[in-house]
């Protein structure tokens, strides 16, 4: 049968990745080095094995080609995380997504060919951060290293006003690419659209716009 995901590395991110998958009804692989770890994931995961994921001989007696998305989640061992990378784009996996610990190893990953390189304690505190300095700010997504998304609910600011008079755009940099207002969406609104008070405005752009729309539109005084 065909398996569809393998998570490699069972702490906090890639368990959570796992047991997510699975109870999304996928079938995970979920491989780590530590018994009580794969113990703990054998009524999770379709499949739970103790292996180190190192070892290219493993890799290919546990079927891992036949696996169209790998998550590698080693965290500590940056070296085994990038041996794995490695040898798992040598096996001819499809995608492979793999968590970075630090800016260097993430560099690294991306040269030797992880498809989707996530770092989600740096993300997740950037969106900690932005959500504590505005209760308006509800999320924060970063796009690249310099180019985000950000949702923000409308406050005194910019409740009655249209995007136009606002002139964020112009003024900002910024695109609101969707306003939701409680249970439509309105996508691409036009520079006409006037502004309601807990309005949720989808905005994009660079992180230094961004942050000056914050300042000037978003946070209260
Ligand atoms: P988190 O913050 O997500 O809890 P972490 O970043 O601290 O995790 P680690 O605990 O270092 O990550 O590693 C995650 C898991 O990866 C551990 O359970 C560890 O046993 C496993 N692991 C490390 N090296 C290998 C390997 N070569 N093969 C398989 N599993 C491995």
Redesign the pocket.
């Known amino acids: 049968m065909k398996r569809e995901f393998a998570v490699?590395?069972?702490?906090?991110?890639?368990?959570s990745i796992c047991r997510e998958l699975s109870r999304e009804g996928m079938e995970v692989l979920a491989?780590?080095?530590?018994e009580d770890?794969v113990n703990e994931y054998r009524d999770i995961a379709a499949h739970a094995v103790i292996?180190?994921?190192?070892d290219e001989n493993v890799l290919k007696e546990l079927g891992i080609r036949n696996i169209d998305h790998v998550i590698v989640?080693?965290?500590?061992?940056i070296q085994?995380s990038m041996l794995?990378t490695l040898m798992l784009k040598e096996l001819g996996i499809k995608t492979i997504t793999v968590?970075a610990?630090n800016d260097y190893h993430e560099k690294i990953l991306n040269k030797i060919g992880a498809d989707h390189v996530v770092h989600p304690e740096r993300d997740m505190g950037k969106r900690i951060a932005h959500s504590i300095i505005s209760n308006n700010i509800l999320d924060y997504i970063e796009l690249s290293d310099d180019h985000s998304v950000v949702e923000v609910k409308a406050g005194s600011k910019m409740s009655g006003r249209s995007l136009v008079d606002l002139d964020i755009r112009a003024e900002y940099g910024c695109n609101v690419v969707a306003i939701k207002r409680k249970k439509e969406v309105i996508v691409s609104p036009m520079a006409t659209e006037e502004i309601l008070e807990n309005d949720i405005l989808i905005v994009i752009g660079a992180d230094k716009d961004i942050s000056r729309f914050e300042k000037n539109l978003v946070i209260e005084d």
């Open positions: 490699i590395g069972l702490g906090r991110f890639g368990g491989i780590d080095l530590d770890k292996a180190d994921s190192t989640a080693i965290g500590d061992n085994a794995t968590k610990q």
